[in-house]
């Protein structure tokens, strides 16, 4: 393993571990309002991302980012990743982990799903076998809650429109990170103001604990984006693709053994049909990687 692979593959470890452990961070600011904790993500997001991107020496790259159109799609996507942010932190907060866990399972699916729809892109028999598994997974998932799983779904979507139009912007990750909180943060920071003339407690109970944990709601957010745009470089699709499911792995985890979600027989079928589905797409992916690198080889002789 070389130095460069080495580093993107702990650049994406690092990203999904932290992904993958975030409820435990909302569990403990449960007592704050979601759309507070929302607001303080976005404003320590913004100088976490600049120094980083100045360590870096990466400043430079916010200027193809602030390009008239760049910028235009970068608001489209700071507004689906802060609709993201909220409503998984208000899932947290109502004890929905195992139902958000479903939704980021479902995400690679519906990416392949979204490019057969909207990009025209032709999907291969194995990658139909695994979004109709997914699609059965929802709706039995549907039975279990009684309802449409509306917080999977929701983040789900909001994401891979997000993650869409990040393929499609040719800017460095970072520089696009930065611009995305900056469009954020003039609202954030008047919900804060306003907030806090409203007689509310912006600091959560003011205590240190408190105090510390929202200041640390930047780095938290900044810090995993930032490794994700390292491994991607380094990485081939199919191993970044391989190891996403760690988050969403670990959030299954917590909301079954430490937060005690309801998790029955209902729960255990849907969750069989989204692990098969998985199982078969990420069989596919190897197979045309394979096939790729054989026809590659074959060329070279």
Same mark, same amino acid.
């Given at each position: 393993?070389? &130095? ?8 994406? @470890? ?8 975030? +409820?435990?961070?909302?569990? /403990? ?7 507070? =904790?929302?607001?303080? $993500? ?8 600049? !120094?980083?991107?100045? !360590? /870096?020496?990466?400043? +430079? ?14 608001? *489209? ?9 909220? *409503? ?30 909207? @990009? /025209?892109?032709?999907?291969?028999? =194995? &990658?139909?076998? /695994? ?13 279990? @809650?009684?309802?449409? +799983? ?14 869409? !139009?990040?393929?499609?912007?040719? !800017?460095?990750? $970072? ?66 693709? =391989?190891? &996403? ?5 670990? &959030? ?20 069989g049909f989204i692990w098969m589905a998985l199982f078969v797409f990420s069989l596919d992916g190897l197979k045309a990687t394979r096939r790729m690198k054989a026809e590659s080889l074959g060329e070279g002789v």
């Amino acid at each position: 393993m070389s &130095q460069s692979v080495r580093l993107g593959f702990f650049s994406a @470890l690092g990203a999904y571990l932290i992904w993958g452990m975030l +409820p435990l961070y909302f569990k /403990a600011l449960g007592h704050i309002a979601p759309e507070l =904790m929302l607001a303080h $993500r976005i404003v320590w997001s913004l100088p976490t991302g600049l !120094i980083l991107l100045a !360590i /870096a020496g990466a400043l +430079p790259e916010l200027k193809a980012a602030l390009d008239r159109k760049t910028a235009a799609w970068l608001t *489209v996507s700071a507004l689906l990743i802060a609709g993201n942010w909220l *409503v998984y932190i208000w899932a947290v907060g109502q004890g929905r982990v195992l139902e958000a866990s479903l939704g980021y399972y479902i995400n690679p699916l519906v990416n392949v799903a979204i490019g057969a729809v909207f @990009l /025209a892109e032709r999907l291969r028999l =194995m &990658q139909w076998g /695994a979004v109709s598994l997914a699609a059965l997974g929802v709706c039995v998932m549907t039975l279990a @809650l009684g309802a449409v +799983p509306m917080v999977a779904l929701f983040l789900c979507f909001s994401f891979a429109g997000y993650s869409l !139009i990040r393929k499609y912007l040719v !800017i460095d990750g $970072r520089a696009g990170f930065v611009v995305e909180a900056a469009i954020l943060f003039p609202l954030a920071l008047v919900w804060l103001f306003q907030f806090s003339a409203g007689g509310g407690a912006v600091w959560g109970d003011g205590t240190v604990r408190d105090i510390g944990l929202l200041l640390l709601a930047g780095p938290l957010t900044a810090f995993p984006l930032i490794l994700f745009a390292l491994a991607a470089k380094r990485l081939t699709f199919t191993t970044v693709g =391989m190891m &996403q499911y760690i988050g969403p792995t670990l &959030q299954f985890a917590l909301a079954v053994l430490v937060f005690r979600e309801v998790f029955g027989p209902i729960h255990g079928l849907a969750f069989g049909f989204i692990w098969m589905a998985l199982f078969v797409f990420s069989l596919d992916g190897l197979k045309a990687t394979r096939r790729m690198k054989a026809e590659s080889l074959g060329e070279g002789v």
